[in-house]
C-alpha cells in the first residue's frame, strides 16, 4: 500500500526558509515520479516541484521558480522540498504525490490528476 506523509510545515517570516519532507512507504522510489503541490487559499492545486523518475531531472513550476529545491533519497524512501525566500503568497497547503506517470520531466507538474498517490498535506504559514 503507497503511502506518503508531509511534514516540516509551520510559521515562517516572510524571507525565511522552510524544508518539507516526505515520508514514503509501499513503492520504490526510484520507480515513480515525484512532486510537490501546493493549494494556496481561494485557489486550484498547482504543481510547484517535480522530479522524474525515469532520470531524476527536476523540473520547476513557474510559480515558485528559483526559490525550491526538489531531491530524494531512495535509501530513506524520503522526498524533500528545500523552500527559500517565502513570501505571504506561499502560505497554503503543500502536498507530496507519486505514480508512474512515464511522462517527461516538464510535464509532471501540470495537473494534479496525474498522481493516484497523494499525502495528507502539510500547512506552510508565512507572517509576519
Known amino acids: 500500500q503507497v503511502q506518503l506523509v508531509e511534514s516540516g510545515g509551520g510559521l515562517v517570516q516572510p524571507g525565511g526558509s522552510l524544508t518539507l519532507s516526505c515520508e514514503t512507504s509501499?513503492?520504490?522510489?526510484?520507480?515513480?515520479?515525484l512532486a510537490w503541490f501546493r493549494q494556496v487559499p481561494g485557489g486550484e492545486r498547482e504543481g510547484i516541484a517535480c522530479?522524474?523518475?525515469?532520470?531524476?531531472?527536476?523540473y520547476y513550476g513557474d510559480s515558485m521558480q528559483g526559490r525550491l529545491t526538489i531531491s530524494k533519497n531512495s535509501a530513506e524512501n524520503v522526498v524533500t522540498l528545500q523552500m527559500n525566500d517565502l513570501k505571504p503568497e506561499d502560505t497554503g497547503v503543500y502536498y507530496c504525490?507519486?505514480?508512474?506517470?512515464?511522462?517527461?520531466?516538464?510535464?509532471?507538474?501540470?495537473?494534479?490528476?496525474?498522481?493516484?498517490?497523494w499525502g495528507q498535506g502539510t500547512q506552510v504559514t508565512v507572517s509576519s
Open positions: 504525490a507519486a505514480d508512474a506517470t512515464r511522462l517527461r520531466v516538464q510535464a509532471l507538474c501540470v495537473m494534479p490528476s496525474l498522481y493516484n498517490h
Open positions: 509501499g513503492f520504490t522510489l526510484d520507480d515513480f515520479d
Open positions: 522530479l522524474s523518475g525515469r532520470d531524476g531531472s527536476p
